[in-house]
């Protein structure tokens, strides 16, 4: 079960991503529209979008893929490089603490660096004992 700061955190940029579409297409991006289009019911979603319910899987994984968003921007706030770009532009300008793809790229290879350096040290070391 996911923690209420975790839903607390995913569940607005749930929101965040509708509003966006919503304002490149308007008309085509209401809550109930989302709601059928994602077979979620139109209750749960504005609850998923407050923060106060998980977002079922299936219906998450349908969502990210249809709006061309990904796990690390309902996640993390990591804006993905496969996402419209105008709606990309939309969710930056309007909302702080998104990060962008490249700084985060960037992070996760020097955590990536930093993980192999302690993997070969720890190689090393076992090696000197056998």
């Known amino acids: 079960m996911a923690s209420s700061e975790f839903l607390q955190q995913t569940g607005p940029r749930l929101l965040w991503l509708r509003e966006a579409w919503e304002e490149l ?27 106060l ?30 996402m419209n770009p105008k709606v990309r532009a939309i969710l930056m300008d309007r909302h702080e603490g998104l990060i962008d793809a490249p700084a985060w790229r960037h992070r996760n290879e020097t955590l990536g660096s930093l993980w192999r350096m ?9 090696s000197r004992r056998t």
């Open 53 to 82: 319910q998980a977002v079922n899987t299936d219906a998450l994984a349908l969502l990210l893929a249809s709006t061309g968003a990904c796990a690390d921007y309902w996640m993390f706030g990591v804006m993905c490089d496969v």
């Open 25 to 51: 297409e308007p008309g085509k991006h209401s809550q109930v529209q989302w709601a059928r289009r994602f077979g979620i019911r139109p209750p749960d979603l504005s609850r998923c979008e407050r923060g």
């Open 118 to 126: 302690s993997l070969g040290r720890r190689r090393e070391r076992a």
